[in-house]
């Protein structure tokens, strides 16, 4: 089997990344959120350490939704009818995306509450 250049590595994910954007609707709220968060951390200033943990928040985020859309995908592939443990493993890959989402949620209000407090003048 010949070896895949780490271009043509690179290249696939980044499809990988443009067809899910193009396909899944909670994907590009995601995106769409991610691109608030840099807005707000913006105008808000936040410093370094703050922008780090917004970045780690995100990536889990969006990571998180890449991996239940190549679950879901492979799991219609594999199984097209309904099957109890094509459920779980959806709701499983889900269940990780809601996890994700709430912990970047408490991170977000962590690195956020106190400019937006100074900023209405609480």
Do not use: Q
């Not at 370094?48 to 592939?77: F, K, Y």
Request: with cysteine; net charge positive.
């Amino acid at each position: 089997m010949k070896k895949r250049t780490w271009r043509a590595v690179f290249y696939s994910a980044i499809e990988g990344v443009i067809a899910t954007f193009r396909t899944e609707r909670n994907f590009r709220v995601h995106v769409l959120a991610t691109l608030a968060i840099i807005a707000a951390g913006w105008f808000f200033h936040v410093d370094i350490g703050d922008w780090m943990l917004l970045t780690l928040a995100i990536a889990m985020v969006l990571g998180a939704e890449l991996m239940n859309t190549a679950v879901e995908a492979a799991v219609d592939l594999c199984s097209p009818d309904w099957h109890p443990f094509a459920k779980k493993a959806k709701d499983a890959a889900a269940g990780a995306v809601l996890v994700a989402s709430l912990a970047a949620a408490v991170i977000g209000a962590a690195v956020f509450i106190g400019p937006v407090r100074s900023w209405l003048g609480f």
